[in-house]
């Protein structure tokens, strides 16, 4: 979160200006879950909005046009039947808000993390090919977190000698996937990013990292999460069940061992905005045996 009075009041007095020149600001509250960026529920009078400012000076750096990537996938995700924030106002490079800013409209409902049954994974599936079925026409274009010749087996892991197996494999079979099966994805896709009100999905969350790029990176980063959050029945389970709906889509384990190594070296730990939301149960000691278990699970499908 902003760290100091006189950045939050030049974020507030932009916002204002964007929105309501003449009115005040009834309630400012900072929204959990955020891990990267500032984010903001705003009431304005009788509208709500929601804030993000990207206060990550590294982030920054590595991408500059952070904002400007959050607020075109808004847009384009206007034209869908998918409920998704509006984009309301955007402050590029910070000149009037302080930092980068992105001002867009609140949609209802918040993250839902108890146990998910075939229902519940069943419209995260369906929500996931909604967003696959967009025009594949956008500026940014997938790319990996990590050097693939840089991944190394990580030492810490009870079965290393897997680990050198996937990562040789992986290496050996990359260019048989490299721009394959490529449509409009969310590229952050997983239950911390969709809202839910009555056991219902009301919408999804956190576009700035979409792209085009390969359908097997939503698919595999969401059952990442998803074996980590519940274990790999749950991920497999999705699995089946996105495959129900995406009739094209042929699975390969290979974007799921790409996944899985963008959390490489760790080992992984309990990840800090599924504790904002009330997560409750996990360790870093379970979180490690899930990974390794989802790992194993992923390789013995090559």
Known sequence: MINNEENLERAKKWLLQTTHPRSTIRSYTPLLGATSSSLYKVEVDDDTYVLRLYTNQEWNEQEPDLAFHEASSLNKMGSSSL?????????????????????????????????????????LAKTLHSIHSMEVDFKWTYSSYYEMEALQAPKWSYQENVWKKAIEYTKRVQSDYTGQDVTFIHRDYHPM???????????????????????????????????????????????????????????????????????????????????????????????EQRFEAYMRSVWERI
């Open 193 to 287: 990013n969709v809202l839910w009100d009555d056991q219902k999905i009301t919408g999804v969350v956190d576009w700035v990292n979409a792209c085009i790029g390969p359908r097997g990176v939503d698919v595999g980063h969401c059952r990442l999460n998803l074996a980590l959050l519940y274990g790999v029945e749950i991920a497999d389970q999705f699995l089946l069940e996105y495959e129900k709906v995406a009739e094209s889509f042929t699975y390969h384990p290979y974007w799921d061992l790409r996944m899985i190594f963008e959390f490489l070296p760790g080992p992984p730990t309990v990840y800090q905005g599924w504790l904002d939301v009330g997560v409750t149960g996990l360790t870093d000691r379970r979180i």
């Open 83 to 123: 409920q998704t924030p509006q984009m309301i106002a955007v402050d590029e490079m910070g000149e009037q808000a302080g930092y980068p800013a992105v001002l867009m409209t609140k949609v209802p409902g918040k993250a839902q993390l108890s146990p998910m049954d075939q229902n519940a994974l069943s419209q």
